[in-house]
């Protein structure tokens, strides 16, 4: 079994445009834990939503194995849901947030998400996005309606269809694979990926450690107008051996 030593550095700001921060992020290196989550915007109090989630996975311990942690981790967001589908009955008004969760363990990973915020791997300096984008958008490309280079410009990129709290059930999608030492993740809102392309998150990553690369690519966003909350959580896996193991891909069918 491979043991990974975790470098790891987050960074959320409000946006060149908006004044009010709906993102919320953990870094929780001493257990192999990460999330991003981005409060849904128009609705009410989307920044409780998304430190809701925050919070609730910042209360996960030392897992005894990846089974117990991705159902900690799963119960901890479905509990989440539920304050917030409760809050919603009572109120009139909907609370959501997207959420990202990324987990490391016994040389594995797995990610839980619900949203179009993203998770991507840096291996052998290719760039992989391990998640797919639940919006309205992603539907429209997957149907063949919509190329995903018209789709970055759709005036509705912003609608998406699954969140935490946004409907009677949770939806929660999930990948999982190897980690191989030297990869690198990129957790992040979409407020980086409308102005930040691929290939210059994979210089950046590639190129800086990881607290050098969440500012680089928070400031490269904000120096582009950052018309929308901007979070990013970067976080390299080392391990002492020599790499014995041939590069592969992160997951036998994708990207």
């Not at 975790?6 to 060149?16: E, M, P, Q, V």
């Not at 989630?53 to 942690?69: C, H, K, N």
């Not at 919603?88 to 987990?103: K, R, W």
């Not at 193991?245 to 990207?255: A, E, K, L, Q, Y």
Request: charged share 25%; proline share 5%; net charge negative.
């Amino acid at each position: 079994m491979k043991r990974f030593q975790f470098r790891s550095a987050g960074r959320t700001d409000a946006g060149a445009v908006r004044h009010h921060n709906e993102d919320a992020f953990l870094s929780k290196p001493g257990i192999g834990l990460w999330a991003v989550a981005d409060g849904m915007g128009g609705h009410r109090r989307g920044d409780q939503a998304s430190r809701m989630i925050v919070e609730a996975l910042d209360r996960v311990q030392v897992p005894e194995s990846g089974a117990a942690f991705m159902g900690d981790v799963h119960a901890r967001l479905s509990e989440v849901h539920d304050a917030l589908r409760q809050e919603a009955e009572q109120t009139g008004a909907t609370m959501g947030s997207t959420a990202i969760v990324l987990m490391i363990h016994a040389g594995r990973f797995v990610c839980l998400w619900a949203g179009d915020s993203r998770l991507y791997l840096l291996r052998d300096r290719q760039l992989w996005q391990i998640t797919r984008d639940h919006s309205y958008v992603q539907e429209l490309v997957d149907s063949g309606v919509l190329s995903p280079e018209a789709a970055h410009h759709h005036p509705q990129s912003n609608v998406i269809t699954r969140a935490v709290g946004a409907t009677d059930t949770l939806e929660l999608e999930m990948e999982r694979s190897v980690v191989l030492p030297d990869d690198v993740f990129l957790l992040c809102s979409d407020g980086l990926t409308r102005v930040v392309s691929e290939g210059e998150i994979a210089n950046l990553l590639d190129a800086m450690p990881p607290e050098q690369a969440a500012n680089g690519l928070v400031d490269l966003a904000l120096g582009r107008g950052a018309p929308d909350n901007v979070t990013v959580v970067v976080l390299s896996c080392e391990d002492d051996e020599e790499r014995t193991v041939p590069p592969r891909r992160p997951n036998g069918d994708r990207p």
